[in-house]
């Protein structure tokens, strides 16, 4: 019925009107360097690729009104297909503040603002997150076999500092029975101020996978950035204090700690720390690297990486 009301609304706001322009670009990344990861066990060095491809496509009525769509090209070392995949595609509306997307859509709960604001090196990584969490999000890859029926629908306003989102996947919308993920979230900013808030039911389309998300993160002046995040998941919760800090050279410094609590006595084990930097080498470039370790575990990257 949501989206029966959704497709029929978007048909009578633009009937009868042309386009008064269209585009299609391309944009994307590619990075590489060494990966050092250590499970308490075994340890190991590889080197590390990725390369993407956004194609976006764009095409504006007379009236304002903005439709597009994107497909990904990517591929990352290790993959198991062996080489770079298309994902399934995402199509959007825009008209002012508002933004409505559909297909492999974006969600509400893995869009909130400052939620991977702890990430550091040149893969983007961080303990201090909820990486194991089971939840949706937008798919840089193809769906697996059970997923080719998902269907998200995702919608999010802006008003001067304030945006508000709410999302709704289907693992499958020709099955009755499933738990579909349902997820809302909001950011608001007020001078150096920020704040974000996030909630979703069913996460990934399990049954009872209820997870929330807070943090809040200060600016003290242009170069400098502190923030404190708390993620829940049924039994587990994490708490993270993160900082980071831009030299007049263009060095950043960055680090976190964050403590895990999985429903058990703290340990070692549930204390994690990062710590990294990164340098802009001009023209999009940069050089990053950090070193994370939360007991025995330990990973570590180094490498550039390049926008275009």
Do not use: W
């Amino acid at each position: 019925m949501k989206k029966t009301l959704l497709a029929t609304t978007l048909l009578v706001a633009t009937a009868g009107l042309a386009a008064a322009d269209t585009g299609v670009t391309l944009n994307g990344y590619g990075r590489f360097g060494l990966v050092y990861t250590d499970d308490g066990t075994t340890s190991d060095t590889v080197i590390h690729t990725r390369l993407r491809f956004n194609i976006n496509a764009v095409t504006e009525t007379d009236s304002g009104l903005t439709f597009g769509g994107r497909i990904r090209m990517q591929h990352t070392s290790g993959d198991a297909a062996g080489a770079a995949r298309l994902n399934s595609a995402l199509l959007y509306m825009e008209s002012g503040g508002l933004r409505v997307e559909v297909g492999n859509s974006n969600t509400a709960y893995d869009s909130a603002g400052l939620y991977y604001n702890s990430e550091i090196g040149f893969t983007d990584n961080s303990l201090g997150e909820s990486q194991d969490f089971e939840f949706y999000g937008y798919s840089s890859g193809p769906y697996g076999a059970a997923e080719v029926e998902r269907m998200g629908l995702f919608a999010s306003y802006s008003v001067g500092d304030l945006t508000a989102r709410i999302s709704y996947v289907d693992p499958d919308q020709t099955a009755s029975g499933d738990d579909p993920e349902v997820s809302v979230s909001i950011d608001y900013a007020s001078g150096p101020f920020s704040v974000s808030l996030a909630a979703a039911q069913d996460g990934a389309g399990i049954a009872g996978n209820d997870l929330f998300f807070i943090g809040a993160a200060y600016a003290i002046g242009d170069s400098t950035n502190v923030g404190l995040n708390y993620y829940d998941e049924d039994e587990d919760k994490i708490i993270t204090l993160y900082a980071n800090h831009t030299m007049a050279s263009g060095l950043t410094v960055a680090g976190y700690v964050s403590d895990l609590d999985d429903g058990v006595a703290l340990t070692e084990d549930d204390i994690g720390l990062g710590i990294g930097a990164s340098y802009p080498l001009g023209e999009g470039v940069k050089m990053s690297g950090a070193y994370h370790k939360r007991g025995d575990i330990a990973y570590a990257d180094f490498g550039v990486r390049f926008d275009f």
